[in-house]
């Protein structure tokens, strides 16, 4: 690894060459693509796109990935996450690089068809944004840097990001797996680094009361009475939670609400799902907050001869820190989660890809042909200021 750091500078010189662009940040008047490379970036993208990859149904679109890969020189390893899933980890050379790409392969659903309109320049479709438009630039821009610069890098996609990130977590506990000192995250972010995202935590409540006629509803415990209380106690709680200047307030968002069966049925369960976006401390005082808002709405319950059970997701984390200290990037925050907390190990960590998280998991899913090259252009910039500055850290040690 140290061999190749010690080439950057040439690799330095070498892609600014390869590019005819200045090492700065991109504006309107720099040309983007040669017309071959944004032809082959298309063609990438669309493929990705066309092929249906809703998460536990990734297996088509890492087998083309892996050929097209293969077909281009790269050694590819799958590794298997679970029956028919697998991440996909490519490298030139040799297997222990500096710098690592990552991006998901797998999407929300449901599945909206691609398609490309050559006036607007704008391209759609299920994936296209989030995240198959970072996985075809990341791809396209380690593509275009000269070879002694190629060799040094790796590229890693992965499944299970959109659900309980099983890809990246299985990978990061894969015991023949590489470590690596720059890490690459591509998400939509509008073109700008990403200083940090909220943490997440998730949490079930269930309810189990006793049925009964509706007519005489004091011969029953109604799951929905209880529910109905349990969260209008959650919803003073989220006027409270903790909140910080970097990421703002904590939010905590009913996802989902059931329960009963009929109308005439006092109900016998019901559910509620919540997600808790963490601006300032940890799952843990998420959970204490949540418990004691709820204890006496639990209380209640079991006098009645029913049940108040609280689950959470063993997969919660705290407000993520990422470094973006390369200049010539715009900044910000997002409140999205993503894989970065789930690779363990001891690497600078970057987040940047095209696209916007706002229209990503809608129907109205696209991004702009610009968008889409721009980013090859952008991953270049950063792949060769992130390995020169570790370069450098290194030679001041």
């Given at each position: 690894m140290l061999g190749?750091?010690?080439?950057?500078?040439?690799?330095?010189?070498?892609?600014?060459?390869?590019?005819?662009?200045?090492?700065?940040?991109?504006?309107?008047?720099?040309?983007?693509l040669p017309e071959s490379e944004s032809d082959d970036l298309l063609y990438?993208?669309?493929?990705?796109?066309?092929?249906?990859?809703?998460?536990?149904?990734?297996?088509?679109?890492?087998?083309?990935?892996?050929?097209?890969?293969?077909?281009?020189?790269?050694?590819?390893?799958?590794?298997?996450?679970?029956?028919?899933?697998?991440?996909?980890?490519?490298?030139?050379?040799?297997?222990?690089?500096?710098?690592?790409?990552?991006?998901?392969?797998?999407?929300?659903?449901?599945?909206?068809?691609?398609?490309?309109?050559?006036?607007?320049?704008?391209?759609?479709?299920?994936?296209?944004?989030?995240?198959?438009?970072?996985?075809?630039?990341?791809?396209?821009a380690v593509q275009g840097l000269k070879e002694q610069m190629q060799d040094d890098i790796s590229l890693l996609f992965v499944v299970g990001e959109e659900t309980t990130g099983d890809g990246m977590r299985t990978f990061s506990d894969w015991k023949n797996r590489p470590n690596y000192d720059i890490v690459i995250f591509g998400e939509p972010t509008e073109?700008?680094?990403?200083c940090g995202h909220k943490g997440i935590t998730m949490i079930k409540i269930k309810v189990t009361g006793k049925a009964a006629h509706s007519?005489?509803?004091?011969?029953?415990?109604?799951?929905?009475?209880?529910?109905?209380?349990?969260?209008?106690?959650?919803?003073?709680?989220?006027e409270h939670l903790p909140w910080s200047e970097k990421y703002g307030n904590t939010t905590m968002n009913f996802g989902r609400v059931e329960g009963g069966v009929a109308a005439n049925v006092v109900a016998e369960t019901a559910f509620a799902t919540l997600a808790v976006r963490i601006a300032a401390g940890t799952p843990k005082i998420i959970k204490e907050l949540v418990t004691d808002a709820l204890k006496e709405v639990k209380a209640s319950v079991e006098e009645q001869?029913?049940?108040?059970?609280?689950?959470?997701?063993?997969?919660?984390?705290?407000?993520?820190?990422?470094?973006?200290?390369?200049?010539?990037?715009?900044?910000?925050?997002?409140?999205?989660?993503?894989?970065?907390?789930?690779?363990?190990?001891?690497?600078?960590?970057?987040?940047?890809?095209?696209?916007?998280?706002?229209?990503?998991?809608?129907?109205?899913?696209?991004?702009?042909?610009?968008?889409l090259e721009q980013a090859v252009l952008d991953y270049r910039r950063l792949i060769v200021e992130t390995s020169f500055m570790h370069h450098q850290e290194r030679q001041d040690l």
């Open positions: 190749s750091l010690l080439l950057l500078p040439l690799a330095l010189v070498a892609y600014a060459i390869a590019v005819q662009t200045p090492l700065s940040p991109p504006s309107n008047e720099i040309p983007l990438l993208h669309r493929k990705l796109v066309e092929i249906e990859s809703i998460t536990q149904n990734e297996k088509d679109v890492g087998q083309w990935l892996a050929s097209y890969l293969r077909d281009r020189n790269f050694t590819v390893e799958l590794q298997e996450v679970a029956p028919k899933r697998y991440n996909l980890l490519a490298y030139g050379k040799k297997r222990e690089t500096t710098l690592l790409l990552t991006s998901h392969i797998d999407t929300v659903p449901p599945y909206w068809p691609y398609y490309y309109n050559k006036t607007s320049g704008i391209i759609g479709g299920r994936g296209s944004v989030d995240a198959k438009a970072s996985v075809a630039a990341q791809i396209m073109a700008k680094l990403v007519g005489y509803p004091w011969l029953g415990v109604s799951a929905n009475d209880v529910i109905v209380e349990a969260l209008a106690r959650l919803l003073e709680l989220r001869g029913g049940e108040l059970e609280i689950a959470w997701s063993n997969s919660g984390y705290g407000p993520v820190n990422i470094d973006c200290d390369v200049k010539g990037f715009e900044k910000l925050t997002v409140n999205y989660g993503t894989d970065v907390p789930h690779l363990k190990g001891d690497h600078k960590r970057y987040l940047y890809g095209p696209g916007s998280i706002f229209v990503a998991h809608s129907d109205h899913e696209a991004l702009k042909k610009k968008e």
